[in-house]
């Protein structure tokens, strides 16, 4: 069953959207050459315990981390660990979620550490640009196949994959709520969309074969010919106004594609 929220609970959840906007954004200041993945998990914890808030993640069906970490063609559900060094061009998934007050915020983002080639640096900003064209979809009237063929039609005209297996979904008390949100789909096909649903919209696109295997870790999925994937997430109120992002900041809803210290907060040097 779908649970349809009332717009003071959509309000009430925007502080878990907020701080999980802010444990990716300060995730991303941390994607730089010969950080240890593990360094990034702690901070984000500790970020959201701060704030009177608990990793969302963390324990979710035993999941060992408060974020999830992939790199290159690791899709989803990476993990971080003390021997996992961040290097040099690699693109690096983050997922973190925060459930604040009772409610869950869920969002992702994939950052370039140092610079990416040429052909991973496309295939982010198309995906970012599909996370974008499946938020405009969510409005009400339309059906959930509108968010998935709005994805699917742009990650795949420009010559990408779309992974099937791993699909968007509701939000509210918990993590994940009906519905499934694919990253595909037909237009006026699926649920009808409507006014109070929440819904986490994350597109998983990758360079090559969307063909997937999970690692013997149980959690990683990678892709099976090795090529590298992408993943943009925001959760989302759906309103009579248009969709309303719930994972955001002050700064705004998304963040820099860029890993490392925000330029912003930089003193400048005399
Ligand atoms: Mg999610």
Known sequence: MIKIKTPAEIEAMKPAGALSKMALRKAGTLVVPGTHTIDIDRVVESLIRIHGATPAFKGYLGFPASICCSINNEIVHGIPGEGVILKEGDIVSIDTGATLNGWVGD??????????????????????????????????????????????????????????????????????????????????????????????????????????????????????????????????AITKDGPVILTEDEKGPTCPMEGGPDKANLIPQI
């Open 107 to 236: 969002n992702a983002w994939t950052f370039f550490c140092g610079k990416p080639s040429l052909e991973d640096k496309a295939l982010c900003e198309v995906t970012r640009d599909c996370l974008s064209l499946g938020i405009q979809q969510a409005v009400p009237g339309n059906h959930l196949g509108d968010i998935g063929f709005a994805i699917q039609e742009h990650a795949e005209k420009n010559g990408y994959g779309v992974v099937r297996e791993y699909v968007g979904h509701g939000v509210g008390h918990v993590m994940h709520e009906e519905p499934n949100v694919p990253n595909y789909g037909k237009k006026s096909r699926g649920v009808r969309l409507q006014e109070g649903m929440v819904l986490a919209i994350e597109p998983m696109i990758v360079l090559k074969s969307p063909k997937n295997e999970t690692q013997t870790n149980r959690w990683t999925v990678v892709t099976v010919d090795g090529g590298t994937a992408a993943h943009y997430e925001n959760t989302i």
